[in-house]
């Protein structure tokens, strides 16, 4: 079977027994990846207090976990100029790449 994930359902309906097999690439990351090619816009946090920071996350959703954050006091970083559902492609104070979310984004170029 190579790289591919058997992923088995089960139809009851009529007895019937029904497995399908999904290629692993397609199943194993459902959001979408931005290659850092593509952090060609400049951003600085907004929205939130000087003292605190915000979350750069491994996907973009609130569910994936923190990597790293982007820090007020950092001042201008690297982000995807396109936002995907409301996050946005950025690098993480220490270099990681990651998603933070666009609402508390300020595009400067």
């Known amino acids: 079977m190579g790289k591919r994930i058997a992923l088995s359902l ?4 009529a007895g019937w ?3 399908a097999s999904l290629p692993a690439a ?8 931005v290659p850092r090619a ?3 816009c400049v951003y600085k946090v907004g929205h939130v207090r000087p003292s605190s920071y915000l ?4 996907r973009p959703t ?8 982007l820090k007020v006091s950092d001042r201008y970083f690297a982000g ?9 492609a950025v690098k993480s104070s220490c270099g990681k790449p ?3 979310s666009a609402k508390y984004l300020r595009k400067v170029s």
């Open 10 to 13: 089960i139809v009851c309906a």
């Open 17 to 19: 027994l029904t497995i």
């Open 26 to 33: 397609a199943s194993a990351h459902p959001h979408p990846k």
């Open 38 to 40: 593509a952090l060609a």
């Open 55 to 58: 979350n750069v996350r491994l």
């Open 62 to 69: 609130l569910r994936s976990h923190a990597i790293g954050k």
């Open 80 to 88: 995807a100029c396109q936002p995907v559902r409301n996050w946005v």
């Open 98 to 100: 990651g998603w933070a």
